[in-house]
């Protein structure tokens, strides 16, 4: 109801049912008004949407998630798109969640005043057999095993030279941008398989 009709009503008012309160914290204003939060899980990644109906001074979102035992995290950030009365689309891809993702935004203005929005809950794909992704990059191959599992990976140039060998856990980054452009082949080995993944590298 808006505050401003505090005597009594012996009408109906529509200026004074029609009212809402922008929330915030403790009392304070939010500088955004967020219309909806969501996600979607694809392809071993979760998207996040959101959309706000206005913003004003807003600097940036700060993307943060959560799992059944870990307290919350920053993942990422986006900076806000501009002051606006009509608002604005965003969304954001998190490429290594977990099994179980609680996600929220943590919006900071100008004047660093931080707000939070309400939680999502997002299930990660199972992943039962190492994975090596993508097939073509110039920096960067995502390396995914099966939870808590261990294996050795060994990387070989196409002439079969030996570049790298180490043990490894279930979640990895393997950089490539050191070596010359081609083909590769990466080999992963533990005591219930050993499969061969070939990769070309960009320039």
Known sequence: MNPSCCNAITQVDKNCVNYSY????????????????????????????????????????????????????????LSSKGDTQHGHQY?????????????????????????????IQLSGQTINKPMVFPTITSDVLQVRLPKDAVATLQLNSARGQLLDYRRIGDNNELSVRDLPPGWYYLQLSSDLYSETFRFFRSE
């Open 22 to 77: 922008p929330v915030g914290s403790q009392g304070n204003l939010l500088p955004i008004e967020l219309v909806s939060f969501s996600g979607e899980t694809a392809s071993l990644k979760n998207q996040l949407f959101w959309t706000t109906a206005w913003e004003s001074n807003v600097e940036h979102f700060i993307i943060e998630r959560a799992t059944e035992t870990t307290e919350f995290e920053t993942i990422g950030q």
């Open 91 to 119: 969304n954001w891809v998190d490429h290594h969640p977990q099994e179980e993702n609680f996600y929220r935004l943590k919006t900071r203005d100008l004047d660093g005043t931080i707000n939070y929005s309400q939680i």
